[in-house]
Antibody, heavy 126, light 107 residues
Framework: QVQLQESGPGLVKPSETLSLTCTVSGASISSYYWTWIRQPPGKGLEWIGYVYHVGSPNYNPSLKSRVTMSVDTSRNEFSLKVTSVNAADTAVYYC????????????????????WGQGIPVTVSS | EIVLTQSPATLSLSPGERATLSCRASQSVSRYLAWYQHKLGQAPRLLIYDASKRATGIPARISGSGSGTDFTLTISSLEPEDFAVYYCQQRSDWPLTFGGGTQVEIK
Protein backbone atom coordinates (compact mmCIF):
# COMPACT_ATOMS: atom_id res chain seq x y z
CA GLN A 1 0.00 0.00 0.00
CA VAL A 2 1.02 3.62 -0.41
CA GLN A 3 2.92 5.07 2.52
CA LEU A 4 4.47 8.48 3.05
CA GLN A 5 6.94 9.26 5.83
CA GLU A 6 8.23 12.70 6.77
CA SER A 7 11.72 13.11 8.21
CA GLY A 8 13.91 15.95 9.33
CA PRO A 9 14.93 17.95 12.40
CA GLY A 10 12.26 18.68 14.97
CA LEU A 11 13.94 21.89 16.14
CA VAL A 12 15.15 24.74 13.96
CA LYS A 13 16.66 28.05 15.10
CA PRO A 14 15.09 31.34 14.02
CA SER A 15 16.45 32.72 10.73
CA GLU A 16 17.74 29.27 9.70
CA THR A 17 16.40 26.90 7.05
CA LEU A 18 13.85 24.19 7.74
CA SER A 19 14.47 21.08 5.61
CA LEU A 20 12.13 18.11 5.43
CA THR A 21 11.98 15.00 3.28
CA CYS A 22 9.03 12.79 2.43
CA THR A 23 9.88 9.21 1.51
CA VAL A 24 7.27 7.45 -0.59
CA SER A 25 6.71 3.71 -0.80
CA GLY A 26 4.11 1.81 -2.78
CA ALA A 27 3.90 4.43 -5.54
CA SER A 28 6.23 5.92 -8.11
CA ILE A 29 7.26 9.48 -7.34
CA SER A 30 7.17 10.20 -11.09
CA SER A 31 3.52 9.31 -11.48
CA TYR A 32 1.86 11.84 -9.19
CA TYR A 33 1.85 15.39 -7.89
CA TRP A 34 3.05 15.74 -4.31
CA THR A 35 2.26 18.36 -1.76
CA TRP A 36 3.19 19.79 1.63
CA ILE A 37 0.65 21.01 4.17
CA ARG A 38 1.22 22.32 7.67
CA GLN A 39 -0.80 22.90 10.83
CA PRO A 40 0.39 25.45 13.40
CA PRO A 41 -0.54 24.69 17.00
CA GLY A 42 -4.22 25.34 17.64
CA LYS A 43 -4.85 26.37 14.04
CA GLY A 44 -6.18 24.87 10.86
CA LEU A 45 -4.42 23.34 7.87
CA GLU A 46 -2.39 25.45 5.45
CA TRP A 47 -1.44 24.28 1.96
CA ILE A 48 2.22 25.09 1.26
CA GLY A 49 2.58 23.98 -2.34
CA TYR A 50 2.93 21.11 -4.79
CA VAL A 51 5.74 19.63 -6.84
CA TYR A 52 6.00 17.29 -9.81
CA HIS A 53 9.02 15.42 -11.16
CA VAL A 54 9.08 17.77 -14.15
CA GLY A 55 8.08 21.40 -14.51
CA SER A 56 7.91 24.11 -11.88
CA PRO A 57 6.41 23.73 -8.43
CA ASN A 58 3.53 25.92 -7.33
CA TYR A 59 3.63 27.60 -3.93
CA ASN A 60 1.22 29.37 -1.65
CA PRO A 61 1.81 33.12 -2.17
CA SER A 62 1.99 33.55 1.61
CA LEU A 63 5.21 31.51 1.66
CA LYS A 64 6.40 31.72 -1.94
CA SER A 65 9.49 33.85 -1.30
CA ARG A 66 10.84 31.40 1.30
CA VAL A 67 9.82 27.96 0.01
CA THR A 68 11.52 25.49 -2.31
CA MET A 69 10.24 22.03 -3.20
CA SER A 70 12.00 19.37 -5.21
CA VAL A 71 11.74 15.71 -6.24
CA ASP A 72 14.46 13.05 -6.15
CA THR A 73 13.32 10.27 -8.46
CA SER A 74 16.31 8.07 -7.65
CA ARG A 75 15.31 7.94 -4.00
CA ASN A 76 11.53 8.11 -4.59
CA GLU A 77 11.26 11.08 -2.26
CA PHE A 78 10.49 14.78 -2.34
CA SER A 79 11.58 17.62 -0.11
CA LEU A 80 10.64 20.96 1.37
CA LYS A 81 12.88 23.86 2.35
CA VAL A 82 11.68 26.96 4.15
CA THR A 83 14.27 29.69 4.62
CA SER A 84 14.48 32.42 7.26
CA VAL A 85 12.11 30.64 9.64
CA ASN A 86 10.48 32.31 12.61
CA ALA A 87 8.10 31.24 15.37
CA ALA A 88 5.14 31.40 13.00
CA ASP A 89 6.64 28.46 11.09
CA THR A 90 6.25 26.20 14.12
CA ALA A 91 3.80 23.54 12.99
CA VAL A 92 3.16 19.91 12.22
CA TYR A 93 4.23 19.41 8.61
CA TYR A 94 2.48 16.82 6.45
CA CYS A 95 3.38 15.47 3.06
CA UNK A 96 0.59 14.12 0.88
CA UNK A 97 -0.16 12.70 -2.54
CA UNK A 98 -2.53 14.32 -4.99
CA UNK A 99 -5.00 11.59 -5.83
CA UNK A 100 -6.02 10.37 -9.28
CA UNK A 101 -9.79 10.11 -9.26
CA UNK A 102 -10.73 10.60 -12.89
CA UNK A 103 -7.99 8.83 -14.81
CA UNK A 104 -4.70 10.04 -16.33
CA UNK A 105 -6.25 12.41 -18.88
CA UNK A 106 -7.94 14.38 -16.12
CA UNK A 107 -5.16 14.26 -13.54
CA UNK A 108 -4.29 17.71 -12.21
CA UNK A 109 -2.43 19.13 -9.21
CA UNK A 110 -5.54 20.67 -7.63
CA UNK A 111 -7.23 17.34 -6.96
CA UNK A 112 -7.67 16.31 -3.30
CA UNK A 113 -5.05 14.44 -1.31
CA UNK A 114 -5.61 10.71 -1.03
CA UNK A 115 -2.59 9.63 1.03
CA TRP A 116 -0.88 11.55 3.81
CA GLY A 117 2.10 11.07 6.05
CA GLN A 118 1.69 10.96 9.81
CA GLY A 119 3.13 14.44 10.13
CA ILE A 120 6.31 15.73 11.73
CA PRO A 121 6.28 18.43 14.41
CA VAL A 122 8.77 21.21 13.84
CA THR A 123 9.50 23.87 16.44
CA VAL A 124 11.30 27.11 15.65
CA SER A 125 13.14 28.23 18.74
CA SER A 126 16.60 29.30 19.84
CA GLU B 1 -7.87 33.70 -1.54
CA ILE B 2 -11.07 31.76 -0.89
CA VAL B 3 -11.96 31.60 2.79
CA LEU B 4 -13.84 28.57 4.07
CA THR B 5 -15.84 28.95 7.27
CA GLN B 6 -16.89 25.81 9.10
CA SER B 7 -19.66 25.58 11.66
CA PRO B 8 -20.15 24.73 14.35
CA ALA B 9 -16.66 24.72 15.81
CA THR B 10 -17.63 21.86 18.10
CA LEU B 11 -20.45 19.36 17.82
CA SER B 12 -21.28 17.29 20.92
CA LEU B 13 -23.25 14.17 20.02
CA SER B 14 -23.79 10.61 21.15
CA PRO B 15 -23.05 7.45 19.15
CA GLY B 16 -25.97 6.68 16.87
CA GLU B 17 -26.95 10.32 16.43
CA ARG B 18 -26.84 12.23 13.15
CA ALA B 19 -24.04 14.75 12.59
CA THR B 20 -24.45 17.68 10.23
CA LEU B 21 -21.36 19.81 9.53
CA SER B 22 -21.38 22.99 7.48
CA CYS B 23 -18.76 24.62 5.27
CA ARG B 24 -19.36 28.00 3.67
CA ALA B 25 -17.09 29.53 1.02
CA SER B 26 -16.40 33.26 0.61
CA GLN B 27 -17.11 32.86 -3.12
CA SER B 28 -18.44 30.10 -5.33
CA VAL B 29 -16.24 27.01 -5.55
CA SER B 30 -18.70 25.19 -7.82
CA ARG B 31 -18.55 21.60 -6.56
CA TYR B 32 -14.80 21.58 -5.97
CA LEU B 33 -14.93 20.85 -2.26
CA ALA B 34 -13.47 17.99 -0.27
CA TRP B 35 -13.86 16.80 3.31
CA TYR B 36 -11.17 15.21 5.49
CA GLN B 37 -11.28 13.48 8.85
CA HIS B 38 -8.38 14.03 11.21
CA LYS B 39 -7.63 12.22 14.45
CA LEU B 40 -4.89 13.32 16.83
CA GLY B 41 -1.55 11.82 15.92
CA GLN B 42 -2.82 10.28 12.71
CA ALA B 43 -2.71 11.21 9.05
CA PRO B 44 -5.79 13.04 7.79
CA ARG B 45 -8.12 10.86 5.73
CA LEU B 46 -10.02 11.94 2.64
CA LEU B 47 -13.74 11.27 2.99
CA ILE B 48 -15.48 13.16 0.20
CA TYR B 49 -14.23 14.89 -2.95
CA ASP B 50 -16.01 17.14 -5.41
CA ALA B 51 -18.82 17.79 -2.94
CA SER B 52 -20.47 14.39 -2.93
CA LYS B 53 -18.14 11.64 -4.19
CA ARG B 54 -17.07 9.20 -1.50
CA ALA B 55 -13.38 8.31 -1.45
CA THR B 56 -12.28 4.69 -1.56
CA GLY B 57 -13.35 2.73 1.49
CA ILE B 58 -15.56 5.41 3.00
CA PRO B 59 -18.82 3.96 4.39
CA ALA B 60 -22.21 4.98 3.06
CA ARG B 61 -23.20 6.59 6.37
CA ILE B 62 -20.90 9.48 5.43
CA SER B 63 -22.20 11.74 2.67
CA GLY B 64 -21.56 15.17 1.24
CA SER B 65 -23.81 17.66 -0.51
CA GLY B 66 -23.89 21.22 -1.72
CA SER B 67 -22.58 23.47 -4.46
CA GLY B 68 -21.56 27.07 -4.93
CA THR B 69 -20.87 28.46 -1.47
CA ASP B 70 -22.71 26.12 0.90
CA PHE B 71 -21.75 22.56 1.65
CA THR B 72 -22.73 19.92 4.18
CA LEU B 73 -21.07 16.77 5.47
CA THR B 74 -23.55 14.36 7.04
CA ILE B 75 -22.82 11.31 9.15
CA SER B 76 -26.15 9.54 9.40
CA SER B 77 -25.42 7.53 12.54
CA LEU B 78 -22.23 8.21 14.46
CA GLU B 79 -19.93 5.29 15.14
CA PRO B 80 -17.24 5.48 17.86
CA GLU B 81 -14.53 5.88 15.20
CA ASP B 82 -16.25 8.98 13.76
CA PHE B 83 -15.35 11.23 16.68
CA ALA B 84 -12.64 13.42 15.22
CA VAL B 85 -11.97 16.80 13.61
CA TYR B 86 -13.34 17.41 10.13
CA TYR B 87 -11.94 19.87 7.59
CA CYS B 88 -13.31 21.08 4.29
CA GLN B 89 -10.95 22.11 1.47
CA GLN B 90 -11.54 23.85 -1.85
CA ARG B 91 -9.77 23.33 -5.14
CA SER B 92 -11.61 25.94 -7.17
CA ASP B 93 -8.80 28.48 -7.04
CA TRP B 94 -5.19 28.86 -5.97
CA PRO B 95 -4.03 28.81 -3.29
CA LEU B 96 -5.87 25.72 -2.11
CA THR B 97 -7.45 26.49 1.25
CA PHE B 98 -8.94 24.64 4.19
CA GLY B 99 -11.65 25.51 6.64
CA GLY B 100 -10.92 25.94 10.33
CA GLY B 101 -12.38 22.57 11.24
CA THR B 102 -15.29 21.14 13.22
CA GLN B 103 -14.59 18.88 16.16
CA VAL B 104 -17.15 16.13 16.65
CA GLU B 105 -16.92 15.06 20.28
CA ILE B 106 -18.70 12.50 22.39
CA LYS B 107 -21.49 13.99 24.46
Amino acid sequence: QVQLQESGPGLVKPSETLSLTCTVSGASISSYYWTWIRQPPGKGLEWIGYVYHVGSPNYNPSLKSRVTMSVDTSRNEFSLKVTSVNAADTAVYYCARVGDYYGPWSYSPDLPFDHWGQGIPVTVSS
Amino acid sequence: EIVLTQSPATLSLSPGERATLSCRASQSVSRYLAWYQHKLGQAPRLLIYDASKRATGIPARISGSGSGTDFTLTISSLEPEDFAVYYCQQRSDWPLTFGGGTQVEIK
